[in-house]
């Protein structure tokens, strides 16, 4: 079964901070998912990653399979990107779905 | 959006009574899951589904019992209700594979809440 750990659990920062929320996974897998939930609201997903990089607006998410760890960045924080950010990962064929990291929680103040 | 409903949204219940949380789609998809997420546990898979009549269980399928009678439709029951039960559900919808998008798509959530 993977392990996926992802730091810090909670990040609170200042309005147009840089900020870097981490994934660290146990197993190979296939695909990792970045996914963002505000408060109250559902789950969507921001990113899926197999290899290198991909930026989307503000966001900008990272994976080095040799190291099995994933970064998402946020640049020029804003109050709006307060949610909480989960990892997950993608093993094998898929069919039992995704493994879930507990989640970052992010407060960005104005 | 992904077209992926869940009903009801909100519901409280007493101890002891059963409890069908349904998901219906509309995109086709092969894979259906439900899940729970809970405070300090983040999402965890109850069950889920590869096909019509295609079910398995997930990591904290005890109590919970699923259908998938039609591609649409994912039904979970709570057969008695228990107050470790009270959580929030969600639902969710893929496509994995060679050529398939590889991504996921969550419904809303259904708050329930055993008294």
Same mark, same amino acid.
């Given at each position: 079964?993977?392990? *996926?750990?992802? =730091?810090?659990?909670?990040?609170?920062?200042?309005? $147009?901070?840089?900020?870097?929320?981490?994934?660290?996974?146990? *197993? $190979?897998? =296939?695909?990792?998912?970045?996914?963002?939930?505000?408060?109250?609201? $559902?789950? *969507? =997903?921001?990113?899926?990653?197999?290899?290198?990089?991909?930026?989307?607006?503000?966001?900008?998410?990272?994976?080095?399979?040799?190291?099995?760890?994933?970064?998402?960045?946020?640049?020029?924080?804003?109050?709006?990107?307060?949610? *909480?950010?989960?990892?997950?990962?993608? =093993?094998?064929? $898929?069919?039992?779905?995704?493994?879930?990291?507990?989640?970052?929680?992010?407060?960005?103040?104005? | 959006?992904?077209?992926?409903?869940?009903?009801?949204?909100?519901?409280?219940?007493?101890? /002891?009574?059963?409890?069908?949380?349904?998901?219906?789609?509309?995109?086709?998809?092969?894979?259906?899951y439900w899940y729970r997420q809970d405070p300090g546990h983040g999402l965890r898979l109850i069950h889920y589904s590869?096909?019509?009549?295609?079910?398995?269980?997930?990591?904290?399928?005890?109590?919970?019992? &699923?259908?998938?009678?039609?591609?649409?439709?994912?039904?979970?029951?709570?057969?008695?209700?228990?107050?470790?039960?009270t959580s929030v559900y969600f639902c969710a919808i893929s496509e994995w594979g060679q050529g398939?998008?590889?991504?996921?798509?969550? /419904?809303?959530?259904?708050?329930?809440?055993? &008294?």
């Open positions: 079964k993977n392990e *996926v750990e992802q =730091s810090p659990q909670n990040l609170t920062a200042q309005e $147009g901070e840089f900020i870097t929320i981490n994934c660290s996974y146990s *197993v $190979g897998i =296939s695909a990792l998912h970045w996914l963002q939930q505000h408060p109250g609201g $559902g789950i *969507v =997903s921001l990113f899926m990653l197999s290899s290198g990089k991909k930026k989307h607006g503000r966001l900008i998410a990272t994976i080095n399979i040799q190291e099995k760890h994933s970064s998402l960045h946020i640049t020029a924080s804003h109050p709006r990107d307060s949610a *909480v950010y989960i990892c997950a990962v993608l =093993s094998g064929g $898929g069919a039992d779905g995704l493994t879930f990291g507990k989640g970052t929680h992010l407060i960005i103040q104005p | 959006d992904a077209g992926i409903t869940q009903s009801p949204r909100h519901k409280v219940t007493e101890t /002891g009574t059963p409890v069908t949380l349904r998901c219906h789609q509309t995109e086709n998809h092969r894979y259906m590869y096909g019509v009549k295609d079910t398995d269980k997930g990591e904290v399928s005890d109590g919970y019992s &699923v259908s998938r009678s039609k591609t649409e439709d994912f039904l979970l029951t709570l057969e008695s209700a228990t107050s470790s039960q398939a998008r590889n991504t996921i798509y969550f /419904g809303e959530g259904s708050w329930l809440t055993v &008294v």
